[in-house]
């Protein structure tokens, strides 16, 4: 083939056809129209060049190619309270109270809204002064602020606005589902809505002993699939356990149901203390102590339910309900063979709680053990191991290095436990099993030596 040939074989090339822009242009228009309010929040790492890049505009004074996406960003991490109390960032803050005083563009003065929301202070000079500019260009803002400020008519007023959304909630049953009806498009936000938490939680504060309003503060807290919030622990945790230091302990459904609540909520101060840290010591008291309760209940319930030599359990079951009442186990801690976690979570899932991993732990010895459960007691300076069917008791000093330790997720029964045990026994003879485990808990038991 000679090249002429194959020159004039090869088709011409057809330019592309760029795609038609109307949709997507239209797209952006109605996303800018329905949330002209975006401010994005910049990584961490990147905030302290963003306010070098401001500074550097305001004092060149050279704007020429700036973005007005770039200056809402850089007020935003001005307006954050990690900046705007430094002296160096002042210039930047009075800069966007000049730019809102001037400004006939409805795009930077919703963006500066958002920018109110979220750095949202009571009292505060930056939030006063924002609302006061926002105000006085009120003739700028997208219908749906207007619409909310109509609900609050001075949603603008950084001494009151908080207050005034809180007034809004009392009356409310589900007060996440009302803001947002109220257009509130994220009730959980930060800055404002952090405000109005912390108020709204002092409000119903003195109502937290009753049922119906824990349920209402637990459905603002969870109101749908992955909108849990968890900021602002501590003033939850104090505001439900407050009512109970130093008083009388409420009936048991009421104190399952807290438990519970918190314990959704929180996690399990006892295995993730994360979100307790802060925790006034009295009110983790109380906590500690319920959990110790509801959990040797709780174990006591599961063995009932599968227990087949009933009167023997019977007598265990109210020995170590005495001793508990009576102040002598400090901490309990349960871990259920297969059958019985799949008992114990549809237990509390009919009981309308979550089945949250972590509630309690597993015991995995398979085989003949396959079915053992066990509970684990801290008593005085003693690790007491009991467990249902015909598992022996067995007990530790709390300083011997082979004590099984509460709280962990997973326990053996035989290698955690039964071969580690310097002291045991059956039950067999309910009364010399009641007299050893009250003599044993107040006596010296040996330290474990590994057999040789």
């Not at 930060?190 to 003195?206: E, K, Q, S």
């Not at 349920?215 to 501590?234: C, H, M, Q, V």
């Not at 009919?350 to 459960?373: I, L, V, W």
Request: aromatic share 10%; charged share 30%.
């Amino acid at each position: 083939m000679d090249l002429d040939f194959a020159l004039n074989s090869v088709r011409p090339l057809s330019l592309p056809v760029l795609p038609k822009l109307t949709r997507l242009i239209a797209a952006k228009k109605r996303v800018l129209n329905r949330w002209p309010d975006i401010v994005s929040d910049p990584p961490e790492a990147d905030k302290e060049v963003i306010i070098a890049q401001m500074l550097a505009l305001l004092q060149n004074n050279s704007w020429e190619d700036t973005k007005m996406s770039f200056v809402l960003r850089a007020f935003k991490v001005a307006f954050d309270s990690k900046f705007r109390t430094r002296d160096d960032v002042s210039p930047i803050i009075e800069h966007a109270f000049d730019e809102l005083k001037a400004t006939t563009r409805p795009t930077f003065l919703n963006g500066m809204v958002a920018i109110y929301f979220s750095s949202y202070e009571p009292e505060a000079y930056h939030s006063l002064e924002l609302g006061r500019r926002i105000t006085a260009k009120r003739h700028l803002l997208k219908s749906k602020w207007l619409a909310i400020e109509k609900t609050y008519p001075f949603l603008f007023d950084a001494s009151r606005a908080h207050r005034d959304i809180v007034a809004s909630m009392e009356n409310m049953d589900e007060p996440w589902q009302g803001l947002k009806a109220n257009g509130f498009s994220n009730p959980h936000a930060t800055g404002l809505m952090d405000h109005v938490h912390i108020a709204y939680v002092d409000m119903i504060r003195p109502k937290l002993h009753m049922k119906k309003w824990l349920d209402i503060l637990f459905k603002w807290l969870n109101p749908e699939a992955g909108k849990r919030k968890i900021t602002n622990s501590i003033n939850v945790i104090e505001a439900v356990l407050g009512h109970w230091i130093g008083k009388s302990v409420p009936d048991q459904a009421l104190r399952q149901a807290i438990t519970e609540y918190l314990i959704n909520q929180y996690n399990d101060p006892r295995t993730n203390e994360s979100l307790w840290m802060g925790v006034a010591e009295d009110h983790r008291k109380v906590i500690f102590r319920w959990l110790t309760g509801e959990d040797l209940r709780f174990f006591t319930a599961i063995v009932d339910a599968t227990q087949k030599e009933v009167k023997q359990w019977e007598t265990r079951k109210e020995f170590w309900l005495k001793l508990y009442d009576k102040g002598k186990i400090d901490a309990v801690w349960v871990a259920f063979c297969p059958s019985a976690e799949c008992r114990a979570r549809e237990l509390l899932t009919r009981d309308g709680f979550t089945a949250k991993d972590g509630r309690f732990g597993k015991q995995s010895k398979g085989g003949a053990r396959s079915n053992t459960s066990i509970l684990l007691m801290q008593i005085g300076k003693k690790i007491v191991v009991d467990g249902c069917h015909d598992y022996k008791t067995h007990i530790f000093n709390i300083d011997d290095p082979m004590a099984p330790k509460l709280f962990k997720p997973e326990y053996d029964c035989d290698a955690d436990v039964r071969h580690r045990s310097p002291s045991s026994k059956s039950h067999h003879s309910i009364f010399d099993w009641k007299q050893w485990v009250m003599y044993s808990i107040d006596s010296n038991t040996p330290m474990y030596k590994k057999k040789s």
